[in-house]
Nanobody, 124 residues
């Protein structure tokens, strides 16, 4: 089995910072793209930031210049450094990863995995 476990959410004042972490564990052959999504109350889940296995990053316009996504391939972990937080960043943040589990065998089929979510609350 493969699991993604997130940590680092919490309550912070506007202008503050938080760092989210997401560690993948289990029977993993390789990890391709990883990303962070968020879902605010009453809104659809949206992609916040994305990083390829080669380190190419992409961000939604609302967080460009404030958030940084990175990954440590040796630790199967992806991070989201969030600076200059705003109340509109309040949401549940979810980690996502495209993983080839070992049970894929010769097919090397990729599966989409999600973390359980971590709450981020930014007070004004």
């Amino acid at each position: 089995q493969v699991q993604l476990v997130e940590s680092g959410g919490g309550l912070v004042q506007a202008g503050g910072s938080l760092r989210l972490s997401c560690a993948a564990s289990g029977s993993i052959f390789s990890i391709n793209a990883m990303g962070w999504y968020r879902q605010a109350p009453g809104k659809q889940r949206e992609l916040v930031a994305h990083i390829t296995s080669g380190g190419i990053t992409n961000y939604v316009d609302a967080v460009k210049g404030r958030f940084t996504i990175s990954r440590d391939n040796a630790k199967n972990t992806v991070y989201l450094q969030m600076n200059t937080l705003k109340p509109e960043d309040t949401a549940v943040y979810y980690c996502n990863a495209a993983i080839i589990p070992t049970h894929s065998g010769w097919t090397k089929r990729e599966y989409d995995y999600w973390g359980q979510g971590t709450q981020v609350i930014v007070s004004s």
